[in-house]
């Protein structure tokens, strides 16, 4: 009975698997295809089938498909990545990946390779599949426009907004009169040219200038707000002259263009009194992940694709009706913050690296082949640069702002980004741009996107304020907690306010919450604020420790929390451990070592000493990278359940351990019941900078300290303990022995000097 599902199982299968040759086998006789003459039927025939088979499924259209995406997003995340590293928008990473796969690097020194890749048969499918994820990316774009603000602050937005378009526009149709002649495609109207070009050099990237303003921490300030306000109010405006420009062009005069601008002016009645009221009384409903059910989001949805349908079919691009959709979606910042999740992702990440390399297939900035061209590409940028930069600069210093943040204004409007590239491709789609003015005008989105943070940082140097003279630095002992989860936010405030708690006047806790910048929208930023910091907020409460707060978007967080704490020189960094995601799995296993090695990172770090490529360290990939890039003292906290520090354990188990005993005496002063020195190598004895660190503790606080000695501190020790202080190399060596008292070990908090 032991056996019998077992048996039950190999019978069953071995009989089928018998039945199954047995039919096969009668079933090649039915066969009347005769072998080629020469040739063993058996071997040569079937190994050539296998062949012909597996290079048909390489050479089949969905697998061609595949394999682009899969290429386009590797290519796109690692350029990303250098990107982020020098401190520019991931967005220019992936521009510039789909220029470096086109016809401008692969296709020109790898061309087999890049006919292999992109077949030109292939690019439709490639083509489509990127303009529904512009589609969904114009609709987040509409999402995120906070129309109120619009409103609230249009008096101060709107005279620095529309500087910032009519000045670059009609520098634009001003270059466009000296192109025309010898660059505009042939049967092109020059009206169709120069409004195109001038449109091409008004454009602002309000979603890549958004996430600039939250990683720079503008968001709060008059300045982050007068920008995004002027930012939403350029991408509306020049989106409705977008809409004109391609009407007029579609149509071939501007009196025919009145037929498809007044189809245009009845389809935006029908959204906004229509259509909006509609789906903001749905959006009432459903404000949570449990009640927007599927069909619900098909009702949004369906509003999308049809609004893009329509605007399609009238003549005016259907990324107009996505991001029209996308403004009159119901004004709940909840139901927004839901919604746009769902489509974000898939947006972002999936879909619209592939129009960056489409994009990229279309510049061929070979063409650029002469000093002449170059110039004129000089040309190009320059007017870009003046007339956004400038204009807009000087429109907010003339409405009353000083001169850096007049600059910084003019900095982060010439900021273009990907909106400059759906702009140039709808032009390009059209028939209005010749390749070389295309390649120079993807030059021109590259440049001013790339030029943003550099002329920032320039700015701020230029302004910067001189510190008073005779300026002291603090004595304080300031700690800087870093938290990503708002629970272990409590437990690392409560272990700084242990180590100052009676000494609050001489000391000074930051906490410090960083988040994705592409995870935050700038309408939602102080909600998200709020909400991460409540339970570090009421812990303060209940402890009566009063910390400041410090909230910042990022690009790269590991490297921000190392910077902050450098920035600050704090005397302490708090951090809680993570855990790998390979940890405990075969997977795990099997690429443990090589993750170290793949990692940009951790090379990094070798090349520069930094780190030990093979060490095999306990903590996960992000604790060794502030680790390494951390100057200031480092305290990893691993909670266990509740942090407590009633009882403290501190093994001395080398001489570089001396630094525990200043926190142990910290403790000790604020609070601390008492605190047991494991030291097993007799350090407390011979070591003279121990034991006159022992004696002053026991001096201050007599009574309170106890030292065991042995080869490991007996279970019933170990479990009266709430906290273990230990040194970070002590902490590896127990580790890699694979101490056994670890397991019973308290909660623990790991310091490095």
């Known amino acids: 009975m032991r056996y019998k599902n077992t048996l039950f199982y190999f019978l069953v299968t ?36 296998f062949l012909d088979s597996l290079w048909a499924n390489v050479t089949h259209p969905l697998a061609i498909l595949l394999a682009q995406i899969v290429t386009i997003i590797l290519f796109a995340r690692l350029l990303g990545w250098v990107c982020k590293r020098i401190g520019q928008p991931t967005v220019i990473g992936e521009i510039a990946a789909g220029i470096m796969l086109g016809p401008s690097l692969v296709g020109r020194y790898l061309p087999n390779v890049s006919a292999e890749l992109f077949p030109p048969e292939s690019l439709g499918n490639l083509q489509f599949l990127s303009q529904i994820g512009l589609i969904l990316f114009m609709f987040v774009v509409g999402m995120e426009l906070d129309l109120k603000v619009l409103r609230n602050r249009a008096k101060d937005a709107v005279l620095v907004s529309h500087a910032s378009i009519v000045i670059p526009f009609v520098l634009g149709v001003g270059l466009a009169y000296y192109l025309y002649e010898d660059h ?24 890549v200038l ?139 990440v999936l879909l619209l690296p592939l129009f960056f390399v489409f994009t990229g297939l279309r510049t061929q900035i070979g063409l650029i082949d002469d000093p002449e061209m170059w110039a004129m590409c000089g040309v190009i940028v320059a007017v870009a640069v003046v007339g956004k930069f400038a204009g807009s600069a000087l429109a907010a210093k003339f409405v009353g702002q000083s001169w850096k943040e007049s600059l910084s204004i003019g900095a982060l409007m010439n900021t273009r980004g990907l909106m400059e590239l759906v702009v140039l491709n709808i032009g390009y789609d059209l028939g209005v741009l010749k390749p070389e003015i295309f390649a120079m005008m993807v030059i021109m989105a ?118 902050a704490a450098n920035e600050g020189k704090y005397d302490l960094l708090l951090v809680g451990v993570g855990q790998s995601i390979f940890e405990g799995s075969l997977l795990g296993k099997l690429l443990g070592f090589t993750t170290r090695i793949i990692n940009p990172d951790l090379i990094l770090n070798k090349v520069t000493g930094k780190e030990k490529l093979f060490e095999n360290s306990p903590f996960d990939e992000r604790m060794r990278f502030i680790l ?95 906290l273990m202080l230990i040194g970070l190399e002590s902490w590896k060596r127990l580790l890699e022995q694979q101490s056994p008292w670890l397991n019973i070990a308290p909660s623990t908090l790991i310091l490095r000097a």
């Open 14 to 49: 071995g009989a089928s698997a018998a039945a199954l040759y047995w039919i096969l086998q009668r079933g090649e006789k039915l066969e009347h295809l005769a072998a080629k003459p020469g040739k063993d039927p058996d071997i040569v025939s079937s190994w050539s089938i």
């Open 184 to 207: 505009a495609p042939s049967g092109v109207l020059f009206s169709s040219f120069a409004l195109f070009l001038g449109i091409a050099m008004s454009v602002t990237a309000f979603p």
């Open 210 to 348: 958004a996430r600039i303003v939250q990683e720079r921490g503008l968001n709060k300030t008059k300045l982050g707000a007068l920008v995004i306000t002027c930012a939403a109010a350029d991408d509306i405006t020049a989106w409705c002259m977008l809409a004109a420009v391609i009407a007029i062009v579609k149509a071939g005069s501007f009196v025919s263009a009145l037929y498809i601008i007044a189809m245009a002016v009845a389809y935006l009645a029908l959204m906004v009194w229509v259509l909006r009221p509609f789906l903001k009384r749905v959006g009432e409903l459903h404000t949570s992940n449990e009640n927007l059910s599927k069909p619900i989001v098909a009702i949004f949805f369906l509003a999308l694709l049809l609004s893009a349908f329509a605007t399609e079919v009238i003549g005016i691009h259907a990324l107009f009706g996505a991001f029209l959709a996308g403004t009159i979606m119901p004004d709940n910042l909840k139901f927004r913050t839901i919604f746009i999740e769902k489509v974000e992702d898939v947006a972002l």
């Open 446 to 563: 590259l440049a001013t996107t790339f030029m943003t943070g550099p002329a920032l940082n320039l700015i701020n140097w230029a302004f910067k304020s001189v510190p008073e003279d005779g300026e002291v630095k603090s004595q304080q002992f300031r700690i800087l907690l870093s938290f990503a989860n708002p629970e272990r936010g409590r437990t690392l405030l409560r272990l700084a306010n242990a180590l100052i708690k009676k000494q609050k006047e001489h000391a000074e806790v930051t906490a410090l919450h960083l988040t994705l910048s592409n995870e935050l929208h700038h309408y939602n930023i102080d909600e998200y604020e709020q909400q991460a910091f409540a339970p570090i907020s009421e812990e303060g409460v209940l402890l009566d420790q009063a910390f400041a707060q410090k909230f910042k978007p990022s690009y790269d967080i590991d490297a921000d929390i190392a910077l």
């Open 628 to 722: 390494a890039r951390t100057e200031v003292p480092v305290g990893i906290v691993i909670d266990k359940g509740q942090v407590g520090t009633d009882h403290v354990l501190v093994p001395l188990l080398h001489q570089k351990d001396r630094h525990l005993l200043h926190y142990a005496e910290k403790l000790v002063r604020n609070g601390c019941t008492s605190v047991t020195v494991f030291d097993p190598e007799g350090l407390s004895k011979s070591k003279k900078e121990i034991r006159e660190a022992l004696k002053h503790i026991d001096k201050e606080c007599p009574g309170k300290m106890t030292v065991i000695q042995g080869n490991a501190p007996s279970e019933e020790v170990l479990k009266a303990q709430n």
